[in-house]
């Protein structure tokens, strides 16, 4: 799995953050999105590394702003996740 993510200016509310959710999921093969206003970004994961510009262009179509995009491999976290090394 691939942890990608995305910087976004202009979220400014719970409405915002599913606009953004749901343009990410209508474009893109994605696992899961969570987007947050408060942290200004946009968390997914997925089986394979995304388009850029395909993402870029998905979030600029709601009219917010990629200020940064960055990907690295996802780690489950949990209650045993420390056991992991």
Sequence with gaps: ???????????????C???VSDAIR????????????????AVILSEAPLDEEALRTAIGKT???????STRPYEKKGLFGF???
């Design 1 to 15: 799995m691939i942890e990608t993510t995305v910087k976004v200016d202009g979220m400014m509310c719970g409405m």
């Design 26 to 41: 209508g474009a893109l093969p994605v696992k899961k999105v969570t987007a947050s206003h408060t942290k200004g970004q």
């Design 83 to 85: 056991l992991k090394k």
């Design 17 to 19: 953050e599913a606009h």
């Design 63 to 69: 009219g917010y702003e990629v200020q940064g995009v």
